[in-house]
């Protein structure tokens, strides 16, 4: 996926760069934490130039503040998949499989660096304010929105729909907010290395001489078509003997709740969701 030698070459850097970096970590173990840290000696203005990379290549996911959006909230002090810099540095390098976050191939080492430490800046920021009660909407979750019946969160409920238990690291209150009330707006992708970003959960219509059936699709080749229902049901359909198939990019199967949850309902349960962090 490498455009041309240069940055084939460049990422070849990084690696021993980083590599080097790891190594030196470890011989000078015994000092401080932040003299050993390639993002210690950090100016102002390195900061600012990550910040406008930030703008550039992140934003988009992330939100212009870092605060979240398609990707993960960056205003937190701890990162999960980033517990020290030499990691947080790799990772904006190499991105994280099979999410949406990509790696970030065209940038050389200096650029990454500040990018890193720009990051790093974002999470000495307040949180977030909650916009409601997190109590109040677990109850809300439990009782009124039949939410468990479509998605797993602890290990409870069905998997139709994404996983819960982290969904607070991924996203923050705003589109948590939209994705409650307008399941349309955003659907969550995946990066993919041949296809590039693809939509995670594609929702498809297939009428046969049995009846119209409509799913989430789990596989499909040129002869076949296997979904799955909001029941968890599984079908497999031969798509030469179909009447039709449609593919509903942009469209959810889970409804918009705007209408069924007061707003007070909506911010608790937002609330609710942004608390569920998964294990740190
Ligand atoms: C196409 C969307 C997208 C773009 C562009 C993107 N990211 Fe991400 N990023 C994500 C997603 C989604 C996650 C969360 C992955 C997961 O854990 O499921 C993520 C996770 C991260 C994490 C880990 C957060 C944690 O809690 O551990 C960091 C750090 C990060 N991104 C930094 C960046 C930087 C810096 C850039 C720009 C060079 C960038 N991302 C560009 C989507 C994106
Ligand atoms: C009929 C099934 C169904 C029901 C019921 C349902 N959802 Fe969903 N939900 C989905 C599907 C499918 C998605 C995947 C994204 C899309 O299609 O919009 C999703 C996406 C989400 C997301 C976005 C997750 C992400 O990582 O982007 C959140 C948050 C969410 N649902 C919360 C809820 C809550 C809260 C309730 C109850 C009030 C609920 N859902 C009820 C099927 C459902």
């Known amino acids: 996926m490498f455009r041309n030698s240069r940055n084939n070459k460049s990422v070849a850097k990084l690696a021993i760069w980083l590599i080097s970096a790891v190594l030196a970590g470890q011989h ?24 406008t990379l930030f703008q550039t290549h992140c934003a988009r996911c ?24 030499i990691a947080l540095i790799s990772l904006i390098a190499t991105g994280i499989p099979g999410t949406a976050m990509p790696g970030s191939w065209t940038l050389n080492e200096t650029e990454l660096l500040r990018l890193a430490g720009y990051v790093r800046a974002l999470g000495e920021l307040p949180a977030e304010v909650m916009p409601g009660d997190a109590a109040a909407g ?18 409870a409920g069905n998997g139709v729909g994404p996983e819960l238990s982290e969904v607070g690291r ?32 594609l929702t498809v219509r297939v009428v046969s001489e049995y009846g119209t059936y409509e799913g989430m699709r789990i596989n499909e080749d040129e002869f076949s ?5 909001i029941t968890g049901a599984i079908y497999s359909f031969d798509k030469a003997k179909l ?35 998964g294990e740190v």
Do not use: W
């Open 170 to 201: 991924r996203r923050n209150a705003d589109y948590l907010r939209r994705a409650v009330t307008n399941p349309d707006a955003d659907q969550p992708r995946i990066a993919t290395r041949q296809r590039g970003t693809i939509n995670a959960f």
């Open 28 to 51: 000078f173990s015994a000092t401080a934490q932040t003299a050993e840290s390639p993002l210690a000696t950090l100016t102002q203005n390195d900061l600012n130039v990550g910040q």
């Open 243 to 277: 009447i039709s198939y449609e593919k509903g990019f942009g469209h959810s199967l889970m409804p918009g709740y705007g209408a069924v949850l007061s707003e007070q309902e909506v911010d608790d349960v937002v609330s609710y969701l942004m608390s569920l962090k």
């Open 138 to 155: 677990e109850l809300v979750y439990q009782t009124k929105g039949n939410c468990a019946s479509c998605h797993i969160l602890d290990g």
């Open 225 to 229: 078509v296997q979904m799955r229902d």
């Open 62 to 85: 992330h939100g212009m503040l870092g605060e979240g959006g398609e990707g993960a909230n960056l205003t937190q002090a701890r990162l999960r998949h980033a517990p020290d810099d």
